[in-house]
């Protein structure tokens, strides 16, 4: 069962405009989330995080938000480059019984930014 | 510093053999997670070690197993492996296990099971 799911396995942007990757969950006692960027032949590599008791999160071109009584967050990408091209993943963190954390990962979203 | 180092970087195997794949973390860092990527079910959680302890398990068979030494790198075993078996596997370190701690991947080990 996908605890984190993203819908949309592919994502194509004009160069400039707004690129929006979403995310849903279903576990509500998740309360920390992030999205990963991850090239071809490398490792995925942290983008933006945010905590549960925020609504947004901001770092220059990329904006986390969430929406917790709806279960979705979403990574807005303003402005677009060609560089953006990879695949995105969302992931929640999930509080073990040991009271320690494992993340859980989205099955990813690609994105193809055009020049 | 260096980042997280996974050996080898490509490998071929044959159904009903064992693999052994090695990570080394960043320096200092002394949790290493193991994942899963095959296409359409992105990244699956295998594996935490914490200090030489498994302390997080996914929900995979006992075919997959894994260790952490003390100067935390760590290895991951697949025993009798399965066609279904090919796959990316990455290996990520953080300094703690705590859930706001940030993951560095390694770039991988790919694995082709014929």
């Known amino acids: 069962d996908q605890q984190v799911k993203q819908n949309s396995p592919s994502l194509s942007v004009q160069e400039g405009r707004i690129s929006i990757l979403n995310c849903d969950y279903t576990?509500?006692?998740?309360?920390?989330f992030l999205w990963y960027k991850k090239y071809p032949a490398e490792g995925p590599t942290f983008l933006i995080s945010?905590?549960?008791?925020?609504d947004k999160n901001e770092d220059g071109r990329f904006t986390v938000f969430l929406n917790k009584s709806a279960k979705h967050l979403s990574l807005h990408i303003v402005p677009s480059q060609p560089g953006d091209s990879a695949v995105y993943f969302c992931a929640a963190s999930d509080t073990t019984t040991s009271g320690t954390y494992k993340y859980i990962f989205g099955t990813g979203t690609r994105l193809k930014v055009l020049a | 510093k260096a980042g997280v180092t996974q050996t080898p970087r490509y490998l071929i195997k044959t159904r009903g053999q064992q693999v052994t794949l090695s990570c080394s973390p960043i320096?200092?860092?002394?949790?290493v997670s193991w994942y899963q990527q095959t296409p359409g079910q992105g990244l699956q959680f295998l594996f935490e070690y914490f200090s030489e302890t498994q302390r997080n398990k996914g929900n995979f068979p006992g075919r997959f197993s894994g260790r952490q030494f003390s100067n935390s790198r760590s290895e991951m075993n697949v025993s009798t492996l399965e066609l279904g078996d090919s796959a990316l596997y990455l290996c990520?370190?953080?300094?703690?296990?705590?859930?706001?701690?940030?993951?560095?991947f390694g770039e991988g080990s790919r694995l082709t099971v014929l």
């Open positions: 320096s200092g860092h002394r949790s």
């Open positions: 945010i905590s549960s008791i925020k």
């Open positions: 990520a370190s953080s300094f703690d296990s705590a859930n706001t701690g940030e993951l560095f």
């Open positions: 576990n509500s006692m998740f309360d920390y």
